[in-house]
């Protein structure tokens, strides 16, 4: 499967990482939002370039953070709202919803996680403070 070519067809910032975490595809969108250029994306850990914080500013995203737990146990995957960090180091508190994929029906475990990222208007932010 071409995930670049699936992700095109989104309408948002969306990117792939594998059971791994690292990143496989990262769409236009993704580019334009968060001011990452594919070239910097692809191949390295989304916690790495993602860099989420929750409402309270506490780390969200992280090595073993939940989505990866839940893909490693095959269970289904929530939108989750928290911040992520830009290129330029400023936070965008974000809606991410996931769904992950196999590369088989058989397989128990997902293999691939796409994320759709929507930007929370700013109406609609609630601060943890």
């Known amino acids: 499967m071409d995930y670049n070519e699936f992700l095109d067809g989104i309408c948002g910032a ?7 975490g690292r990143v496989v595809a990262w769409n236009t969108a993704a580019e334009q939002l968060l001011g990452y250029s ?9 916690y790495e ?5 929750d409402l309270s500013g506490e780390q969200f995203c992280r090595k073993y953070c939940g989505l990866r737990q839940s893909m490693g146990r095959g ?16 936070y965008l508190p974000i809606v991410c919803s996931a769904v992950a994929m196999s590369r088989s029906r058989s397989a128990r475990r997902f293999k691939f996680c796409t994320c759709w990222v929507l930007e929370i208007p700013r109406r609609n932010r609630v601060t943890g403070k």
């Open 49 to 53: 370039i993602i860099r989420g914080r």
């Open 14 to 20: 969306a990117y792939v990482s594998d059971e791994d």
């Open 38 to 46: 594919k070239d910097d994306v692809v191949g390295n850990h989304c």
């Open 75 to 90: 269970e289904p995957i929530c939108s989750f709202r928290f911040a992520v960090r830009r290129a330029s180091g400023s």
